[in-house]
Protein backbone atom coordinates (compact mmCIF):
# COMPACT_ATOMS: atom_id res chain seq x y z
CA UNK A 1 0.00 0.00 0.00
CA UNK A 2 1.01 3.44 -0.55
CA UNK A 3 3.41 5.60 2.24
CA UNK A 4 3.82 8.48 2.95
CA UNK A 5 7.24 9.03 5.00
CA UNK A 6 7.87 11.98 8.00
CA UNK A 7 10.79 12.17 10.30
CA UNK A 8 9.62 11.20 13.35
CA UNK A 9 11.02 14.40 14.76
CA UNK A 10 12.62 17.97 14.01
CA UNK A 11 14.16 20.72 16.60
CA UNK A 12 14.34 24.07 15.56
CA UNK A 13 15.59 26.93 17.98
CA UNK A 14 13.80 29.82 18.32
CA UNK A 15 14.02 32.49 15.15
CA UNK A 16 15.04 29.52 12.83
CA UNK A 17 14.05 27.92 9.86
CA UNK A 18 12.58 24.19 10.39
CA UNK A 19 11.95 22.11 7.13
CA UNK A 20 9.85 18.51 7.63
CA UNK A 21 9.63 16.03 4.71
CA UNK A 22 7.56 14.06 3.53
CA UNK A 23 8.33 11.12 0.60
CA UNK A 24 6.40 9.00 -1.57
CA UNK A 25 6.43 7.21 -4.39
CA UNK A 26 5.54 9.58 -7.44
CA UNK A 27 4.52 12.43 -4.96
CA UNK A 28 5.69 14.58 -7.71
CA UNK A 29 2.43 13.82 -9.65
CA UNK A 30 0.13 14.20 -6.78
CA UNK A 31 -0.89 17.19 -4.87
CA UNK A 32 -0.04 17.04 -1.03
CA UNK A 33 -1.77 18.74 1.60
CA UNK A 34 -0.23 20.14 5.09
CA UNK A 35 -1.51 20.01 9.10
CA UNK A 36 -0.62 21.26 12.02
CA UNK A 37 -2.16 19.41 15.22
CA UNK A 38 -0.96 20.98 18.87
CA UNK A 39 -1.48 18.80 21.98
CA UNK A 40 -5.45 17.95 22.61
CA UNK A 41 -6.47 19.76 19.77
CA UNK A 42 -7.87 18.95 16.54
CA UNK A 43 -6.17 18.82 12.96
CA UNK A 44 -5.53 22.40 10.88
CA UNK A 45 -4.89 22.86 7.17
CA UNK A 46 -1.88 24.63 6.77
CA UNK A 47 -1.07 24.03 3.54
CA UNK A 48 -3.02 22.34 0.68
CA UNK A 49 -2.04 22.14 -2.76
CA UNK A 50 1.60 21.78 -2.28
CA UNK A 51 1.62 25.38 -1.57
CA UNK A 52 -1.34 26.92 -0.84
CA UNK A 53 -1.90 28.94 2.35
CA UNK A 54 -5.48 29.08 3.92
CA UNK A 55 -6.19 32.43 4.92
CA UNK A 56 -5.70 33.11 8.72
CA UNK A 57 -2.02 30.90 8.27
CA UNK A 58 1.22 32.95 8.74
CA UNK A 59 3.11 33.88 5.80
CA UNK A 60 5.88 32.07 7.73
CA UNK A 61 4.12 28.83 6.58
CA UNK A 62 5.25 27.87 3.23
CA UNK A 63 5.30 24.30 0.71
CA UNK A 64 6.99 23.26 -2.00
CA UNK A 65 7.84 20.09 -3.65
CA UNK A 66 10.81 18.06 -5.68
CA UNK A 67 11.27 14.44 -7.14
CA UNK A 68 9.82 12.42 -4.87
CA UNK A 69 9.89 14.90 -1.55
CA UNK A 70 7.29 17.43 -0.25
CA UNK A 71 8.82 19.83 2.29
CA UNK A 72 6.62 21.96 5.15
CA UNK A 73 9.09 25.15 5.43
CA UNK A 74 8.02 27.16 9.02
CA UNK A 75 10.06 30.41 9.03
CA UNK A 76 11.41 32.40 12.07
CA UNK A 77 9.37 29.38 14.16
CA UNK A 78 8.33 30.71 17.32
CA UNK A 79 7.27 28.44 20.53
CA UNK A 80 3.52 28.18 19.35
CA UNK A 81 4.66 26.35 16.76
CA UNK A 82 5.22 23.28 18.47
CA UNK A 83 3.38 20.39 16.96
CA UNK A 84 2.68 17.58 15.03
CA UNK A 85 2.90 17.71 11.52
CA UNK A 86 0.96 15.89 8.97
CA UNK A 87 1.27 15.55 5.34
CA UNK A 88 -1.70 13.92 3.63
CA UNK A 89 -2.73 13.06 -0.52
CA UNK A 90 -4.70 10.83 -2.02
CA UNK A 91 -4.34 7.30 -3.17
CA UNK A 92 -5.73 6.43 -6.17
CA UNK A 93 -5.46 2.67 -6.84
CA UNK A 94 -7.57 2.52 -3.33
CA UNK A 95 -9.70 5.45 -3.42
CA UNK A 96 -8.67 6.78 -0.47
CA UNK A 97 -6.81 9.49 1.58
CA UNK A 98 -3.09 8.53 2.87
CA UNK A 99 -1.53 10.52 5.68
CA UNK A 100 2.17 10.63 6.62
CA UNK A 101 3.06 9.35 10.16
CA UNK A 102 3.45 12.57 11.25
CA UNK A 103 6.79 15.10 12.74
CA UNK A 104 6.69 15.90 16.34
CA UNK A 105 8.21 20.07 15.73
CA UNK A 106 10.10 20.37 19.26
CA UNK A 107 10.98 24.38 19.67
CA UNK A 108 14.60 24.36 21.95
CA UNK B 1 -18.21 29.83 11.11
CA UNK B 2 -17.71 26.94 10.02
CA UNK B 3 -18.09 24.49 13.00
CA UNK B 4 -18.12 20.59 13.66
CA UNK B 5 -19.39 19.64 16.55
CA UNK B 6 -19.04 15.25 17.57
CA UNK B 7 -20.87 13.20 19.94
CA UNK B 8 -21.59 9.75 20.73
CA UNK B 9 -18.51 7.89 21.62
CA UNK B 10 -17.98 6.19 24.67
CA UNK B 11 -16.62 2.91 26.21
CA UNK B 12 -18.07 -0.36 24.34
CA UNK B 13 -17.03 -3.68 25.04
CA UNK B 14 -15.18 -5.98 22.06
CA UNK B 15 -17.68 -6.96 19.64
CA UNK B 16 -20.25 -3.87 20.31
CA UNK B 17 -21.85 -1.23 18.54
CA UNK B 18 -21.85 2.70 18.93
CA UNK B 19 -22.81 5.50 16.39
CA UNK B 20 -21.33 8.44 16.04
CA UNK B 21 -22.94 12.18 15.14
CA UNK B 22 -21.74 15.06 13.43
CA UNK B 23 -23.63 18.41 13.44
CA UNK B 24 -22.44 21.06 11.27
CA UNK B 25 -23.10 24.95 10.88
CA UNK B 26 -21.69 27.71 9.56
CA UNK B 27 -21.89 26.73 5.78
CA UNK B 28 -24.21 24.87 3.21
CA UNK B 29 -23.82 21.80 4.22
CA UNK B 30 -25.34 19.79 1.29
CA UNK B 31 -22.56 21.19 -0.89
CA UNK B 32 -19.48 19.68 0.66
CA UNK B 33 -17.72 15.90 0.74
CA UNK B 34 -18.10 15.03 4.29
CA UNK B 35 -15.23 12.62 6.00
CA UNK B 36 -14.59 10.72 9.73
CA UNK B 37 -11.03 10.53 10.35
CA UNK B 38 -9.75 8.44 13.45
CA UNK B 39 -6.45 9.11 15.56
CA UNK B 40 -5.33 6.09 18.22
CA UNK B 41 -4.13 7.48 21.60
CA UNK B 42 -0.47 8.76 20.52
CA UNK B 43 -0.96 7.55 16.69
CA UNK B 44 -1.22 9.08 13.79
CA UNK B 45 -4.39 9.99 11.61
CA UNK B 46 -6.09 7.49 9.63
CA UNK B 47 -9.22 8.02 7.54
CA UNK B 48 -11.88 6.01 7.50
CA UNK B 49 -14.88 7.07 5.40
CA UNK B 50 -16.08 9.47 3.38
CA UNK B 51 -20.02 10.50 1.72
CA UNK B 52 -21.19 12.53 -1.37
CA UNK B 53 -22.94 15.44 -0.69
CA UNK B 54 -26.52 13.80 -1.93
CA UNK B 55 -24.71 10.56 -0.10
CA UNK B 56 -24.85 8.31 -3.24
CA UNK B 57 -21.39 7.68 -3.26
CA UNK B 58 -19.40 6.25 0.01
CA UNK B 59 -15.80 5.09 0.39
CA UNK B 60 -14.65 2.77 3.33
CA UNK B 61 -11.27 2.07 4.43
CA UNK B 62 -10.45 -1.17 3.92
CA UNK B 63 -10.57 -2.43 7.51
CA UNK B 64 -13.51 -1.14 8.41
CA UNK B 65 -15.78 -1.94 5.39
CA UNK B 66 -18.76 -3.93 6.36
CA UNK B 67 -18.50 -3.09 10.03
CA UNK B 68 -18.95 0.73 9.67
CA UNK B 69 -21.70 2.44 7.48
CA UNK B 70 -21.56 6.39 6.78
CA UNK B 71 -24.82 8.75 6.15
CA UNK B 72 -25.75 12.40 6.23
CA UNK B 73 -29.07 13.67 6.96
CA UNK B 74 -28.90 16.93 4.80
CA UNK B 75 -32.08 18.63 6.58
CA UNK B 76 -30.24 18.38 9.63
CA UNK B 77 -26.40 19.31 8.81
CA UNK B 78 -25.43 15.94 9.83
CA UNK B 79 -23.20 13.04 9.37
CA UNK B 80 -23.55 10.16 11.32
CA UNK B 81 -20.62 6.59 11.75
CA UNK B 82 -22.29 3.42 12.73
CA UNK B 83 -19.81 1.23 14.03
CA UNK B 84 -20.39 -2.59 14.65
CA UNK B 85 -18.27 -5.33 15.44
CA UNK B 86 -15.90 -2.95 17.25
CA UNK B 87 -12.28 -4.35 18.01
CA UNK B 88 -10.13 -3.37 20.40
CA UNK B 89 -7.73 -1.49 17.32
CA UNK B 90 -10.58 0.44 16.63
CA UNK B 91 -10.39 2.45 19.55
CA UNK B 92 -9.39 6.13 18.64
CA UNK B 93 -10.72 9.89 18.44
CA UNK B 94 -12.84 9.89 16.10
CA UNK B 95 -13.15 13.49 14.00
CA UNK B 96 -15.50 14.55 11.48
CA UNK B 97 -14.12 16.34 8.85
CA UNK B 98 -15.37 18.61 5.79
CA UNK B 99 -13.67 17.65 2.93
CA UNK B 100 -13.24 18.95 -0.83
CA UNK B 101 -12.92 15.73 -2.94
CA UNK B 102 -12.33 15.08 -6.65
CA UNK B 103 -13.08 11.51 -7.57
CA UNK B 104 -11.56 12.20 -11.03
CA UNK B 105 -8.75 14.02 -10.15
CA UNK B 106 -8.12 11.75 -6.99
CA UNK B 107 -7.57 14.74 -4.60
CA UNK B 108 -9.33 15.69 -1.46
CA UNK B 109 -8.21 18.31 1.57
CA UNK B 110 -9.39 18.12 4.68
CA UNK B 111 -10.37 21.87 5.69
CA UNK B 112 -12.36 21.99 8.52
CA UNK B 113 -12.29 19.32 11.57
CA UNK B 114 -14.45 19.07 14.91
CA UNK B 115 -12.61 18.71 18.04
CA UNK B 116 -13.20 14.48 18.07
CA UNK B 117 -15.19 12.40 19.75
CA UNK B 118 -13.21 9.22 22.05
CA UNK B 119 -14.33 5.81 20.94
CA UNK B 120 -12.72 3.15 23.79
CA UNK B 121 -13.27 -0.22 22.92
CA UNK B 122 -12.46 -2.61 26.20
CA UNK B 123 -13.77 -5.10 28.08
Known amino acids: SYVLTQPPSVSVAPGKTARITCGGNNIGSKSVHWYQQKPGQAPVLVIY???DRPSGIPERFSGSKSGDTATLTISRVEAGDEADYYCQNYESSSDHPVFGGGTKLSVL | EVQLVESGGGLVQPGGSLRLSCVAS????????MDWVRQAPGKGLEWVAN????????YYLHSVKDRFTISRDNAKNSVYLEMSSLRVEDTAVYYC????????????????WGQGSLVTVSS
Open chain 1, 49 to 51: YDS
Open chain 2, 97 to 112: ARSIFSVVEGDIIFDY
Open chain 2, 51 to 58: IKQDGNEK
Open chain 2, 26 to 33: GFTFSSFW
